[in-house]
């Protein structure tokens, strides 16, 4: 069994930043990765990442503007965001497998309970 927390988001204006961590404990993870879920919207992919990062994958609308990085002595995964915009606002879930790394969210096992970022225009 894995736990995810995540932490991180809060409110901050368009063109600001937030770094958004993830914590896995229970198991080495191999793929981790971020999903979010706006208010009457489907969740959506953001971003993920194999054990060793050389496999990184990102949505279009996030590319330029979003970094997930991981630090796998702390089994810990981050998302840092910047130029931030109104359209990125939504829940944030961390997501994690123990074989798998991809875009879909049926290729993860675990998940966090999800953090709020909103941002203001």
């Known amino acids: 069994q894995v736990q995810l927390v995540e932490s991180g988001g809060g409110l901050v204006q368009a063109g600001g930043s937030l770094r958004l961590s993830c914590a896995a404990s229970?198991?080495?993870?191999?793929?981790m990765g971020w999903f979010r879920q706006a208010p009457g919207k489907e969740r959506e992919f953001v971003a993920a990442?194999?054990?060793?990062?050389?496999?990184?994958y990102y949505a279009d609308s996030v590319k330029g503007r979003f970094t997930i990085s991981r630090d796998n002595t702390k089994n810990t995964v981050y998302l840092q965001m910047n130029s931030l915009k109104p359209e990125d606002t939504a829940v944030y879930y961390c997501?994690?497998?123990?074989?798998?790394?991809?875009?879909?969210?049926?290729?993860?096992?675990?998940w966090g309970q999800g953090t709020q970022v909103t941002v203001s225009s």
């Open positions: 990442i194999s054990w060793s990062a050389a496999d990184q």
């Open positions: 229970g198991r080495t993870v191999y793929g």
């Open positions: 997501a994690a497998d123990p074989y798998r790394v991809g875009e879909t969210q049926y290729e993860y096992h675990y």
